[in-house]
């Protein structure tokens, strides 16, 4: 069995690049999430998935970002023109619906995204 | 949006003791979880919990839904129980997002 895994898990950039990070879920789970947090803070909500549709975005996710998840499976979050504010750990996790009610989050190891 | 407000935010222990970490919200929730976070930042499941009272070994935690807490209780404390200890719920948005709202996490450090 293995958890919700991210690739890369560090990724220094200069400002003005892009960048694109992915997440791969636990196979049967049917929701995923982006979450973003920041030093001395707890993570903050970005965006959901459910399956291939994207359902709902935060204020926080500015134009310059963008979610997919083709397929339903796994999810790439791309930040273009990045900014040294974009600096922080982005944080996925996965859960599975059913019946209407929330289940538990599980989350990935991060991305630590450095904008110099 | 919901509040959510965890105390201490540090805690320093002795290596054996025991200690108490609380979470309030501010409004009825569908489900809270806690989590340990590591040096590393992986977030690791402690207890699903949206009321009641379970253990896990020397964890256990108990959340009173209507009155809108919850209690995290670490008992004869470990060097490697340090890290941040956060609490999360999950609101119902009306868009059916299940979002989590972290606190912003208690600060414990385990000295031997």
């Known amino acids: 069995d293995t958890g919700v895994s991210q690739d890369p898990r560090h990724k220094i950039t200069k400002r003005g690049q892009n960048v694109t990070f992915r997440c791969d879920p636990i196979?049967?789970?049917?929701?995923l999430y982006w979450y973003r947090q920041t030093l001395g803070q707890g993570p903050e909500f970005l965006t959901y998935f459910q399956n291939e549709a994207q359902l709902e975005k935060s204020r926080l996710l500015s134009d310059r970002f963008s979610a997919e998840r083709p397929k339903g499976s796994f999810s790439t979050l791309e930040i273009q023109r990045t900014e040294q504010g974009d600096s922080a750990m982005y944080l996925c996790?996965?859960?599975?619906?059913?019946?209407?009610?929330?289940?538990?989050?599980?989350f990935g190891p991060g991305t630590r995204l450095t904008v110099l | 949006g919901i509040q959510v407000e965890q105390s201490p935010p540090d805690l320093i222990l002795q290596e054996g003791a025991n200690s108490t970490l609380r979470c309030n919200f501010s409004d009825s929730v569908n489900n809270l979880q806690w989590f340990h976070q590591n040096p590393w930042g992986q977030l690791i499941n402690l207890f699903y919990i949206p009321s009641g009272t379970k253990q896990n070994g020397r964890l256990s935690a108990t959340t009173v839904a209507t009155e809108r807490y919850s209690l995290l209780y670490i008992s004869s404390s470990q060097t490697t129980d340090s890290g941040v200890y956060f609490c999360?719920?999950?609101?119902?948005?009306?868009?059916?997002?299940?979002?989590?709202?972290f606190g912003k996490g208690t600060k414990l450090s385990v000295i031997p």
């Open positions: 996790a996965s859960s599975l619906i059913s019946g209407g009610y929330g289940h538990e989050q599980f």
């Open positions: 196979s049967e789970h049917n929701r």
């Open positions: 999360a719920v999950d609101l119902y948005s009306g868009a059916g997002s299940y979002q989590l709202t």
